[in-house]
């Protein structure tokens, strides 16, 4: 079956750091465009970064100059290194084919408290 695992949340102190991963298992991702989202509780689901095929990037404002999104195709997996964290990015955290062509995963808590 194809399958988005997202990992790597947990606790951190505002203006901590985290990176999470999203590996992929039944679909090559390699010319797939990515997204990452997030929802907090209580609230919709929110586009915060892409990435394409060939490595471009785009954030939502609210994480520009923060986060950073990657891919290593090598290992079928994207990432979203976290920096500057505040409470305000308390979330659960999934990826995506730009295209939404597959299921959303599990999604993994990211957690911003003092």
């Known amino acids: 079956q194809v399958q988005l695992v997202e990992s790597g949340g947990g606790l951190v102190q505002p203006g901590g750091s985290l990176k999470l991963s999203c590996a992929a298992s039944g679909i090559i991702l390699r010319n797939a465009g990515m997204a990452w989202y997030r929802q907090a509780p209580g609230k919709q689901r929110d586009w915060i970064a892409t990435?394409?095929?060939?490595?471009?990037?785009n954030y939502a404002g609210s994480v520009k100059g923060r986060f950073t999104m990657s891919r290593d195709n090598a290992k079928n997996t994207v990432y979203l290194q976290m920096n500057s964290l505040q409470p305000e990015d308390t979330a659960v955290y999934y990826c995506?084919?730009?295209?939404?062509?597959?299921?959303w995963g599990q999604g993994t808590q990211v957690t911003v408290s003092s």
């Open positions: 990435i394409g095929s060939g490595g471009n990037t």
């Open positions: 995506n084919l730009i295209n939404r062509s597959i299921g």
